[in-house]
């Protein structure tokens, strides 16, 4: 994959917008790699993988919040406190 810093990407956006067709460019920032510059049939495709949703309160799918309601939570404080350090 081809890298440059971020300073190279200003000078050539036109350059490297037309590289990162082909394949992914990650583009660095004080040495550390900081962005990938890639086509958006790439990103599209990768986005395609994330089945993740977030919903409001409001939203909430009712087969959820049923799931969520019927958690059993232990009442005593200390129970939580003590399963969150193991």
Do not use: N, W
Not at 31 to 40: C, E, K, N, T
């Amino acid at each position: 994959m081809l890298r440059i810093s971020s300073a190279e990407l200003q000078r050539q956006f036109g350059l490297y917008s037309e590289k990162a067709q082909r394949e992914p460019v990650t583009v660095t920032r004080h040495g550390r790699d900081s962005v990938v510059l890639m086509s958006i049939a790439d990103y599209e495709r990768l986005k395609s993988f994330d089945t993740r949703e977030a919903y409001s309160v409001f939203d909430l799918p009712d087969d959820l919040a049923e799931a969520i309601l019927a958690i059993d939570l232990p009442e005593d404080e200390d129970a939580v406190s003590s399963d969150a350090a193991e």
